[in-house]
């Protein structure tokens, strides 16, 4: 049954089933970066759509432990995609099968990944150098799959080579649900301007009947507005802005819903979601990797703000989540030295339930039965 009423206002595409509200804003696979901590507060702060980082069909299919982790999410992030690149076809089927049994809202195809290691076997961007089998792949998942089967790719691999509409058709009659473009070619990697004129083409002259969602250098409210302005996209997904600042999502449905920016959130709520984040790497990890690896984000959320850096800098020295808590809760942007109660700041119960809740491992099981 179609929808009716106030309904039909709220949802205007669907990928398959799932019903997307108007000018909807995703969250990009970025590896080490989109994993189920970071994609949770995404969720809480207005993404439509999250993708987990790309998984390795080689991994998937040999049970790598580090690729079946990434099979990890919470229940509350639906909807959500796993992305898996790989070039060898028949790996990707059993991939498929096992991302399939993990329960995600769609699969999705990375073809788009430009760094080496992955491009030279025909995996992520590598694959633009040979469309028949970029076709062939898709085919293989679309088989495989009991749910909608997404694909993220370039507009090719060099400014010589650029077939994107093409591509887009032909992804489309093959049966994909939905295409997001990254507007760069794999030789430009992330340099230079994102060239979003061909998004617009994409949108005009590739994609009939398909949601079509752009990406690259919507990396705020006022580029995101200007990427649907521009070039009529469908979604914008967004990567690289989102590193660090899951507030992106609400400012820029604000910023499309009234024009207005909301003001940026206070140091104590910026301190309250990286400790939270902290927190739920810690659960998801184990506590030293978790430390070890909410390194990398303290650049992102403290960026531009006074004594980041000497903070960053005491952070980096902590070994474990009580040290780094207690850095954290007891800084000040403007008062360094001030010390405020740390102990009942850290306890769990300040999580929300939502977010306190185990972690969703059908994936696990699925992996493990699937190679008994």
């Known amino acids: ?24 804003l995703l969250l990009a696979p970025m590896e080490d970066v989109s994993d189920p901590p970071f994609r949770i507060l995404c969720k809480r702060y207005g993404a439509d759509v999250l993708y987990t980082e790309f998984i390795s069909s080689g991994g998937l299919s040999y049970g ?66 040979n469309l028949p089998k ?32 093409e591509v887009a058709r032909m992804l489309e ?31 005009e002259e590739g994609v009939r009947d398909i949601p079509f969602f752009g990406n690259g250098d919507a990396y705020n409210p006022e580029r995101i507005k200007a990427m649907f302005d521009e070039t009529g996209v469908d979604g914008v997904m967004i990567g690289r802005g989102a590193i660090g600042n899951p507030w992106v999502f609400r400012d820029a449905r604000a910023y499309l819903d009234t024009g207005e920016v909301p003001d940026p959130p206070s140091w104590d709520e910026r301190v309250g979601v990286v400790a939270e984040h902290l927190q739920l790497k810690c659960e998801w990890l184990g506590e030293r990797t978790g430390v070890l690896e909410m390194r990398r984000m303290y650049g992102g959320y403290f960026k531009g703000l006074r004594n980041a850096s000497k903070l960053r800098m005491l952070l980096m020295e902590q070994g474990e989540m009580d040290g780094v808590l207690e850095v954290l809760l007891n800084f000040r942007e403007d008062e360094p030295t001030v010390q405020v109660a740390v102990r009942e700041a850290v306890k769990p119960a300040r999580l929300p339930a939502t977010v306190a809740a185990k972690l969703s491992r059908p994936r696990r099981e699925a992996a493990e039965a699937w190679h008994a």
């Open 1 to 24: 049954m179609g929808l009716t009423g106030q309904d039909a206002t709220l949802f205007r595409m669907t990928i398959g089933s799932i019903q997307l509200p108007e000018r909807p």
């Open 64 to 129: 790598a432990e580090g690729s079946v982790r990434k099979l990890d999410f919470y229940e509350q992030e639906r909807p959500l995609g796993i992305q898996i690149f790989g070039g060898e076809i028949e790996q990707v089927r059993e991939a498929t099968r096992i991302v399939d049994a993990a329960g995600p809202d769609l699969i999705d195809i990375n073809f788009g990944c430009p760094v080496k290691k992955v491009v030279c076997k025909d995996g992520g961007a590598g694959i633009l150098r």
């Open 134 to 165: 970029m076709q062939a792949i898709t085919a293989a998942v679309i088989e495989e799959a009991t749910r909608p089967v997404t694909v993220k790719t370039r507009l090719g691999w060099n400014d010589e080579s650029i077939q994107i509409i």
């Open 173 to 203: 009659e093959t049966g994909i649900a939905a295409l997001a473009v990254h507007a760069r070619t794999r030789s430009q990697m992330y340099k230079g301007e994102a060239r979003w004129e061909w998004l617009r083409r994409i949108k």
